[in-house]
């Protein structure tokens, strides 16, 4: 199992790349959205989403990206995912296409009415666009990322019946002894179909789906993913509800230590692949865990 130690004081944000050999994930707090940084020790960089667009007072690309990648420093990501078009992942990535160099985005390939501002920044970019389905596996540096969602039966051009949030773009990453699976807003039915397909679930830590809403995250689904760290990212005081009293009960019941970007502000994961720490940003506090490393087998 995980054993933790807490440590209190206030860190100081790491700006600069990860040093020593360490991995780390940022989830930022982008109100009711998702935006996830990965940077590995060599220094690629993975955005996953981009939270919500809007006017430039409100835009997150504009307000929150755009300035957090540039104080990193960088001025080029290896990688922008998309797990799917929905405005609260989508709408925040015009700007970081717009005013960074983007070699690869990867897509589910659905493109939604009210998304066309961020397609055309997607095609004006100049990246490689790759459509990816369940099963490929690819590597960014020395992490291995699966891909578990969606299963590619459906032609694109035909709407999924079940709605966009079932066809997220579901990625695993695997780097030394450590593992986190990203769900986008894969909701139950998207979550039956990945347990039925035996798909490899099981990781350290994982992305609630679709902000803590009930319908995701069920208990199937957690007695198989069998985190030990669960990340919301969420919006404060959101008109949802999220996230819900029943997801909560259930990522407890599992077992999970949960964090959320409306009360945590960012959540930064770092790891070596033997030990853990977890920053949440708003208090300042820092909490480290010992990885067994079966977990990430």
């Known amino acids: 199992m995980v054993s933790l130690a807490l440590v209190l004081g206030l860190s100081i944000w790491p700006w600069v790349a990860p040093d020593n050999g360490r991995l780390r994930v940022t989830f930022l707090d982008v109100g009711q959205g998702d935006a996830i940084l990965v940077e590995l020790p060599e220094g690629q960089r993975l955005l996953v989403d981009g939270g919500p667009g809007g006017n430039q007072r409100l835009d997150v690309g504009e307000r929150v990206l755009a300035p957090f990648l540039w104080n990193r420093p960088t001025q080029r990501l290896d990688v922008v995912a998309l797990t799917h078009p929905d405005s609260d992942h989508s709408g925040g990535l015009r700007a970081v296409l717009t005013r960074f160099g983007v070699r690869e985005f990867w897509e589910n390939g659905r493109w939604i009415t009210g998304t066309e501002e961020t397609l055309r920044a997607v095609e004006r970019s100049g990246a490689c666009r790759r459509t990816l389905v369940a099963g490929q596996r690819l590597w960014l540096g020395s992490a291995l ?4 969602n969606p299963d590619g039966s459906r032609p694109l051009d035909d709407p999924p019946p079940e709605g966009q949030n079932e066809e997220s773009l579901v990625l695993r990453l695997d780097w030394r002894g450590f593992s986190l699976l990203l769900t986008g807003d894969l909701g139950g039915p998207g979550e039956e179909r990945l347990l039925a397909d035996h798909a490899p679930v099981r990781a350290l830590a994982l992305k609630v789906g679709h902000h803590g809403s009930r319908y995701s995250s069920t208990g199937a689904f957690l007695d198989a993913v069998e985190p030990a760290v669960a990340i919301i990212s969420v919006g404060a005081r959101n008109s949802f509800g999220h996230p819900t009293p029943e997801v909560l009960g259930r990522l407890e019941a599992a077992g999970a230590r949960i964090y959320r970007t409306d ?24 909490e480290r865990l010992d990885l067994d490393p079966e977990r990430g087998a």
Do not use: C, F, N, Q
């Open 263 to 286: 009360r945590d502000g960012a959540v930064i994961l770092e790891t070596d692949g033997i030990t853990l720490s977890i920053t949440r940003w708003a208090s300042g506090t820092v």
């Open 145 to 148: 990322l699966t891909v578990l």
